[in-house]
């Protein structure tokens, strides 16, 4: 594994040219408490029983010593501070997926979601080694989903455990000191993220009224690294080693570090061309792959001598063969304290992530392995996340990339957010239909059968963590694309608990990263290539971006369509159908 820490300062698609389409035809799919030191449960039901209030079972959480030295010797900030979860699963509610050959059941904490089993959640702060923590559900400060508190749960018998999220100060270059769950190598998820520690599952009978008036536990496991640590190593972003044609790279980011105050990093997973030696002077073009946290992860599952299955079966063959286009690819680990990737842009509330990938991690890359230092050898490719990310390197570093290919991004115009349209509808969560309100829906099943509503995804959020920390979808879209909040934390879009939207929030949504509005505001700059040049269109698909070489963004050429990528002194690459996005094409 390279590290860095630099300190202050398309032919027939026929036997393997199936790859050459598939290679880049894939990107066209997915590339998603206590503010005091211990409570005392007997005086916090007691307060209840007095207020009228049924409270139930109050959970005792033990942090034994060991526990807290274990956290503390992995760089958790200590005293402890963060989020306590209770997660409970009713005995025999879990049946394996079709097909899987995995028959054991998930720990309750692996199976929370927006249709998850219910969990409650508490902030707690300056716990130390023996400390002592309550969490009664329905209490003043417990948030839970998709129950407020156990009166609602059927009785029975259920698997419960809690975890402890441990929690990092970050004092902000813009002066404001936030609370945030740490990444730590896992794409910042709490439930399984290394240093957050939990206890072993017990079976409780709860529910209905039913149930010991206490139960206690105690945290007595620590998550570990992903991968062993050594001597050097942190935490985040993980620490993947180097694999046969993968290597795997993490810097220190001077401008990140500067803006959170603490040491922060970038990380890119390189497959590296068939020829590819090193110290040699030959120089190769490069595709970014953009998406969601790539963990270790190689591009495109790449594994030498394994046949593959799914949109990767065939890859690694085909990569290795003289069919293969001489380039690398490349992915991007950008986690961060608000979720598994930055989005790739200047934001006010995640951090100058654009500038320090273009200014800092590609020139880093481009040093290490030879890959050309040119705008039109740099192209930028994704679908969904992804596909939103290289648009918006596109679009806001025009000079400094050469083309890209998105495909499913997310919304690139803000009339739909999802399915909300922020500048005109009044709430995001509901639908006035005169005589009824409808509950918009946030996922659907192909057969047109809601999974779960916008409401139900946004309080599930809100029960992980509050001031968009959850570490979810609608958390990040609304740190990246949102301005700072007077707490310095994201202003929210719409009302977390009502879903009423914030019309100022909105306007800065749109003059900052409404990318489709920011085109038409800025097309005169961006269109040309080079300025002044009038921008690029193709008759059938609509827009082009610069340098993309006829390409168009969000649309995929048909058969025949020819590339016009230029390699360096205007030779132009034999022509090739640019099928599926015909990325492999350019380069050949």
């Known amino acids: 594994m390279w590290t860095h820490s630099p300190r202050p300062g398309f032919p027939a698609l026929s036997g393997s040219r199936l790859w050459t389409a598939v290679l880049f035809g894939s990107l066209a799919l997915p ?75 998930p720990e309750p904490r692996r199976r929370v979601g927006a249709t998850g089993v219910p969990f409650w959640g508490i ?9 002592l923590m309550t969490l009664t559900p329905g209490m003043d400060g417990v948030r839970g989903y998709p129950l407020e508190d156990l009166s609602s749960l059927p009785p029975g018998e259920y698997r419960v455990q809690v975890l402890l999220s441990s929690w990092t100060t970050y004092h902000r270059a813009d002066g404001h000191v936030l609370e945030m769950h740490r990444e730590t190598g896992e794409g910042q998820n709490p439930w399984i993220s290394p240093g957050n520690a939990h206890s072993e599952v ?54 990140l570090s500067e803006f959170w105050g603490r040491d922060m990093y970038l990380g890119a997973n390189v497959l590296l061309p068939r020829s590819w030696e090193p110290g040699s002077e030959r120089r190769y073009p490069v595709l970014f792959h953009l998406g969601h946290f790539p963990g270790d992860r190689t591009p495109f599952g790449f594994d030498p001598g ?13 990569w290795m063969s003289d069919e293969a286009p001489e380039m690398f690819i490349v992915t991007i680990r950008d986690a961060n304290p608000f979720y598994d990737t930055s989005y790739s842009v200047n ?14 991690l590609i020139p880093f890359l481009e040093a290490q392995f030879g890959m050309m230092a040119e705008p039109w050898s740099r192209v930028l490719a994704g679908g969904s996340t992804g596909g939103w990310e290289a648009l918006a390197l596109q679009i806001f570093h025009p000079t400094f990339f050469g083309g890209a290919w998105s495909w499913c991004p997310d919304s690139v115009d803000f009339h739909a957010y999802q399915i909300v349209n922020i500048y005109d509808d009044e709430n995001a969560y509901e639908r006035d239909r005169g005589w009824v309100t409808v509950e918009r829906p946030s996922n659907r099943l192909p057969d047109g059968n809601v999974q779960f509503t916008m409401r139900q995804e946004g309080h599930y959020e809100l029960a992980v963590a509050d001031r968009s920390r959850s570490g979810g979808q609608w958390a990040i879209w609304e740190a990246a694309h949102g301005p700072v909040g007077a707490d310095g934390y994201p202003r929210p879009i719409w009302d977390h608990e009502t879903g009423v939207i914030d019309r100022e929030t909105a306007e800065y949504w749109r003059e900052n990263f409404d990318l489709h509005h920011h085109l038409r505001e800025n097309w005169s700059s961006i269109g ?32 025949g369509h020819q590339s016009r990528c230029r390699r360096p002194g205007g030779v132009r690459p034999a022509p090739t159908p640019l099928l599926a996005g015909g990325v492999a094409g350019a380069f050949r």
């Open 528 to 559: 040309g290539r080079p300025p002044g040049e009038a921008p690029h269109r193709h008759r059938r698909h609509g827009l082009l971006l610069p340098g993309v070489g006829g390409v168009p963004v969000g649309g995929v050429p048909g058969p």
């Open 123 to 131: 902030q707690v702060r300056n716990v130390e080694g023996d400390g």
């Open 347 to 360: 934001s006010a509330n995640v951090g100058p992530y654009g500038d320090a990938i273009t200014q800092e």
């Open 306 to 318: 394994a046949p593959g299955s799914g949109r990767t079966a065939g890859f690694s063959e085909f």
């Open 31 to 105: 590339a998603c408490g206590v503010e005091r030191p211990t409570a005392d449960a007997g005086n916090a039901a007691d307060a209840a029983a007095a207020a009228g209030v049924t409270v139930g079972t109050t959970f005792e959480v033990e942090l034994p010593s060991g526990t807290h030295a274990e956290m503390e010797a992995l760089g958790m900030e200590v005293p402890l501070h963060g989020r306590l979860y209770v997660v409970v699963d009713r005995v025999g509610d879990w049946t394996p997926p079709a097909g899987s050959p995995d028959t054991d059941v």
């Open 202 to 255: 017990v079976t409780v009978r709860l529910g209905g009224g039913d149930g010991p008036e206490r139960v206690r536990l105690s945290l007595d496991r620590v998550i570990p690294p992903l991968q062993p640590l050594q001597e050097g190593d942190v935490l985040e972003l993980g620490n993947p080693r180097d694999r046969e044609q993968v290597r795997f790279v993490k810097i220190r980011s001077e401008l």
